[in-house]
């Protein structure tokens, strides 16, 4: 089976842009969760979706949305960009939303100048 | 507020050794932990997961133990090889919540 898969892989965008990031989970893997992970707050959760729908979010503002599709794809969206913004984000699937392991795609790295 | 952390952000061991990876909760409701893999510019990769209601779980070269009177895990690798050279993160889930809370990381290096 193939991996998760992120584009684009990396991005280069300016303040005050919004930015939209794609993931093709595993095939047959219904669930979708995003993280964010900057040197200095590591990893961290921003949301999760399962059959479209949004299940879990995480302590992020609101310029950080997100929506799933009907054949398990998701996009991320981050509007009015901050530097601080400038990350790897992560993308992982897993077969349901009760799954335990999560399987994390190579990334995209987002850097805000 | 850091409920998950690795207190060694590095570690070097001699290859063919054992390479021993700690990791620390806080949160007594973690009921499911995994230790993932990352090389730069990469995403994690799972490694080996165990359920609180275990206290040991091994596959191939990798053991984890739990010991959740300490609140306590470790990712034991034996023997350490080359390509183990890679920072390890260990993370907790809570009942069926997929958030992922991770640690901060223990980069291991395996020299020769």
């Known amino acids: 089976k193939a991996g998760v898969t992120q584009t684009p892989r990396y991005l280069i965008k300016t303040r005050g842009q919004q930015v939209t990031l794609s993931c093709s989970p595993i095939?047959?893997?219904?669930?979708v969760s995003w993280y964010q992970q900057t040197p200095g707050q590591g990893l961290q959760f921003l949301f999760e979706?399962?059959?479209?729908?949004?299940?879990n979010k995480g302590n992020f503002p609101g310029r950080f949305s997100g929506r799933q599709f009907s054949n398990s794809r998701s996009e991320m969206n981050v509007s009015t960009l901050e530097l601080g913004d400038s990350a790897l984000y992560l993308c992982?699937?897993?077969?349901?939303?009760?799954?335990?392991?999560?399987?994390f795609g190579p990334g995209t790295r987002l850097t805000v100048t | 507020d850091q409920q998950v952390k690795q207190n060694s952000p590095s570690l070097s061991v001699q290859e063919g050794r054992i390479s021993i990876l700690n990791c620390d909760y806080t949160?007594?409701?973690?009921?499911?932990f995994l230790w993932y893999k990352k090389y730069p510019a990469e995403g994690p990769t799972f490694l080996i997961s165990i359920s609180s209601i275990k206290d040991k779980n091994e596959d191939g070269r990798f053991t984890v133990f739990l010991n959740k009177s300490a609140k306590h895990l470790s990712l034991h690798i034996v023997p350490s090889q080359p390509g183990d050279s890679a920072v390890y993160f260990c993370?907790?889930?809570?009942?069926?919540?997929?958030?992922?809370?991770f640690g901060t990381g223990t980069r291991l290096q395996v020299t020769l």
């Open positions: 993370a907790a889930l809570t009942g069926t919540a997929s958030k992922l809370t």
């Open positions: 949160n007594s409701m973690f009921d499911y």
């Open positions: 095939s047959g893997h219904r669930s």
């Open positions: 992982a699937s897993s077969p349901t939303s009760a799954s335990r392991e999560q399987y």
């Open positions: 979706y399962f059959s479209e729908t949004q299940r």
